[in-house]
């Protein structure tokens, strides 16, 4: 009888980070696309763009101006998700068991949000930027997990949680071009990172170790979902990705943040970032956009928090086929099941064959 | 102190479907919008098109032609995502708690996807359609799930659960103007459907009662999510709705599947389909994009599916706040937590004051 093929074949994954299962239809790859086609960023932006709220000296949107900054700059986002200062909410459980208090559950979040530049050049991208420029990206943000650890310890703020992330490319509902992300700073865990924070605890009850450090240990075993690797840390396409070309930066070695980074592993953060960016770069040839973030330990987090964190980075590509046609995650994989089509094997295999330059010319 | 205040502090709501948190931040709403622009369908396309794959008496992608149809038609998907003839997969798990008997979880999946044309003219949408045409779409699907349960039970075909649904614009990533929606019919209950599944358990254990039947009697108190109801129906902005103008048709009563639909349930689906719809469109004036799906219960339930099983439709809708704005789920979102910027309160409001006659004239 015949052999089951897995670039051929159906089949289910599981995510143990997430607790869930993601479908595979390698074949699918196959069929003709109709539909949406995507618009890549011009590259014919210029270094300083006086219309740009975020370029060194500008006006911003709500008022005030930039300093005139020469590598990073963080400042706090003009439109904030969440506030530091808002009235407590006092929610109400009659204690009789009424539909309200089985149904109703809500909760008030506080926090703070910012923005950081990661250079004064309108026109770049982290792909395009040097490594010693990457390694103040990866600084700043050790700057704004200590001062903002430090405001929640001495000040009392509420701030347990710092998601660090960047949209980058219009396809990710990014705004504006100037290259920047973000970090949302919570009162409360966000429900992903509390659920991998979960994971990591059942798996060390049951196996007395690691998730992410046997995970990595796996890879290193396997090699066939590695992108790229240098002495502390990995780029694999994970297992169980969703994304076409979803990748995950883990560290080798435990370490819970960034801010417990040494010297090298910053350097080595940062080399990974533009090698990774680069190749996302070349794969189709244009300013390949993704969502990408920090996993980490909470703000002063507590002794089993410590123990069970795991550096880790996730970027979330949208693209597919080409520089114009992504994936669309939606009915059948909104209302059942997410799905993709081609293997996590096949797209590191693809992501591995690119050179190492940057060499895109864009397609327009 | 002062109070707080639900339209304008940030708070999160648990969905007690998905057992999951969301994140409402509606002072958001505020911020202005720099990024991209959705494309509005145009609705100049003629009642037959001939280079359509999916009108009547028209060839398919891959050969053969269509049916001269009057009503509904359902075929087989050309590029279906599972397929009923595939080789077993036989998972070996050494039994030795090696690192991929820890870490690698994969199964097999087999099934089948079919596509169902709703109307043989090219150019109309479910809001465009009558009542007794939408009764059709009903009839099509029920004859669906009563076909492939039979063929499960008699030829042991491996169908388990079907998901039907509709991705409407491309917005949401669908590729033919055509009206049709799609069924994918799996050998293993999909993620979603089975974290809904595990809910209504646990729901049942704690209070005896079923999940939504509790949550219509809640919302039927307090009003003020609702958006339309009919004797069998009720349409409301879930509490915990994560898309901007997210909506649930959910049975007054209990009712497990289609399949066990009376004419007069059959008949009250359509119209509320049909009155939803047309409010969506006269919200920004536009063909309103979603993906909207079916979740009932798996076919040849056992009886504990059965007693669980509560028929709903979930309806997806991404634009934010006019035809060319829409909310991207990035970032934060994939990252940490699903994030809206107006109440679920606020949604409905608007939803509700819409009237009932299809009148947008499109602006392009
Ligand atoms: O099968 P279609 O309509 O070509 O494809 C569309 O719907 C599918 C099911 O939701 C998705 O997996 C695809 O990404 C989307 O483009
Ligand atoms: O804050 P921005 O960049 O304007 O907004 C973008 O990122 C946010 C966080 O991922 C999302 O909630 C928004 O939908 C998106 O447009």
Redo the contacts between chains.
Sequence with gaps: ?????FTD??????N?LTD??I?V?PH?A???????QE?PMKSTAPEYDEKCFLCPGNKR?TGGSNPKYESTYIFQN??A???TD?????VQNSGK?T??D??????????NCFVICFSPKHNVTIPQMSIPALEHVVGAWQTLYNDLAKQARDDHKPFKYL?I???KG???????LHPHG?A?C?S?V????S?EFRSFDK?KHA?GAD?LG??V??EM?ERSRIVLENDSFLVVVP?WAVWPFETMIVAKTKVANIAQFSEKQKHDLAEMMKHLTVKYDNLFETSFPY?M?L?QAPLNATGDELDNAWFHM?F?PPLLRSATVRK?L???E??????RDLTAEQAADRLRKLDGDHHYTEKL
């Design positions: 009888s015949q052999e089951f093929d074949h159906s089949h289910r994954r599981f143990p869930s299962w479908l239809s699918r196959k069929r003709p696309w109709l539909g949406q618009t949107v003009d439109f998700a969440v506030k808002q009235p407590d909410l006092q068991d539909l309200k089985r149904l109703i559950k809500v909760e008030g979040v506080r926090g998601q992330f960047e949209n219009t396809a990710m509902g990014c705004s504006n973000q949302w919570l409360e966000p429900s992903e990172v659920q798996y196996h998730l046997d995970y240990k796996l075993e297992y969502s973030g996993h996730h979330y669309f939606v009915g059948f909104m209302l059942g099941e997410p799905q």
